[in-house]
């Protein structure tokens, strides 16, 4: 049932391609017109939101963080990401104007269906974007977007992260269609691109080799740091989760910019800092602060392990190693970046000879507040 891999998560790692092609699959037509009839929410209701509010635990909350820079782009909606926990402990202000997108693989973690319950009781939309057929968060969900991952079995979340990315960029696609903020030739060329995402995920995979071969060799690592801003924020966060998860490894992700307000204290000789950089065609400033940021933690002793886009030469200089995407544009990018960032955790603990499907202390599926 493994298909031939030694862990059900390296197998969903390897699934990635179709997980993403399923979940796009269906949903827009020849035209390049979104086609999310399922949803269930009136396309009248969806017009007037003026606030979406992103409700997720973990690896779901880092996709409705990546949700929010693409959705604030495209439609032009406020999108705020909150942990499922601290939501409800607030006081929040939502009411009917507000739509809630809770993200959930299992559609059971017990602490996002209390925030959507809550948020229910205030008047709000309620939208579930979910990995589990009938599970209990869509059915009490005015609507739900199923991503059609299939069944995650390994305990750290790798292939729902992409079809939860995937199914945000065709909700916000969906808005903006609705409230007509992006025009139709924008909308389709951004399906188009979505379309190319699966091959290039199989180039990456193709080319895992080159991954695993650092991972192996930084086996006795004791803290590994990610930085990334933008998008390659929450990539970052990620793949510092990923580590803690499985390798039992220090592990934090930054937003880079925030270097020089504190996490720059913790660079000293040989630490492997991790790097997202965004595509150098993207806008410009990104991009070369990225790269200053790798220069920041190099001339302080750090590792540099970057991934980079292909083409990209300005990062070679100031890199222990490079591991190179495809092209894609920026706000698609984190469906690339994030596969070796998983592929370095799942070999990394393979190496320590941990058990990656089932990593103590953890549960699949949350069900306890
Ligand atoms: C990370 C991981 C957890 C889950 C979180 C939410 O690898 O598995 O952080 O992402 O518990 O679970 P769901 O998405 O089922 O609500």
């Known amino acids: 049932e493994k298909g031939g891999f030694p862990s059900f998560m390296e197998k969903e790692i390897f699934d990635q391609p179709a997980a993403v ?5 269906g949903r827009s037509d020849a035209e390049g017109r979104l086609t999310l009839d399922e949803l269930r929410i009136d396309a009248e209701d969806l017009t007037k939101i003026n606030k979406i509010v992103v409700l997720a635990c973990g690896t779901s909350a880092y996709a409705g963080q990546v949700a929010k820079y693409a959705i604030e782009s495209w439609c032009r909606i406020p999108v705020e990401v909150e942990l499922s926990h601290e939501f409800r402990y607030r006081e929040p202000i939502v009411d009917k104007k ?27 939309k309620t939208m579930s974007i979910c990995n589990t057929n009938g599970s209990t968060i869509p059915r009490e969900s005015d609507a739900v977007l199923y991503t ?15 079809a939860q990315i995937t199914a945000t960029y065709l909700l916000g696609l969906y808005l903006a269609q609705l409230r007509g903020n992006l025009f139709s030739g924008q909308i389709k060329d951004i399906l188009a691109d979505l379309g190319k995402i699966p091959a290039k995920i199989q180039d990456i995979l193709d080319r895992s080799g080159e991954i695993k071969e650092l991972a192996r060799s930084m086996a006795d690592a004791s803290s590994v740091l990610f930085l990334g801003r933008h998008v390659g924020y929450p990539v970052a966060m990620e793949g510092a989760l990923k580590l803690k998860e499985i390798a039992y490894i220090h592990a934090e992700g930054f937003a880079a910019g925030e270097l020089k307000h504190g996490p720059i204290a913790l660079i000293d000789d040989g630490q492997p800092v991790f790097v997202v950089v965004p595509s150098p065609r993207g806008r410009d400033s990104l991009h070369s602060k990225v790269v200053s940021n790798i220069q920041e933690v190099r001339a302080r002793g750090a590792k540099t392990l970057v991934i980079a886009e292909d083409g990209d030469n300005a990062v070679k200089d100031f890199s222990e190693f490079v591991f190179y995407v495809p092209e894609t544009p920026t706000l698609l990018m984190p469906l690339l970046a994030t596969v070796p960032l998983q592929i370095f955790a799942c ?23």
């Open 98 to 124: 507000t739509l809630i997108v809770s993200i959930s693989q299992s559609g059971e973690t017990m602490d996002t269906l209390m925030a959507v319950r809550y948020a229910k009781e205030q008047g709000a």
């Open 21 to 25: 092609a399923d979940t796009l699959l």
């Open 347 to 369: 070999e990394l603990a393979t190496a320590k000879g941990f058990d990656v499907d089932q990593p103590r202390n953890l549960a699949k599926s949350v069900t306890v507040e």
């Open 148 to 162: 059609h991952a299939g069944p995650e079995i390994a305990v750290a979340s790798t292939k729902a992260f992409l």
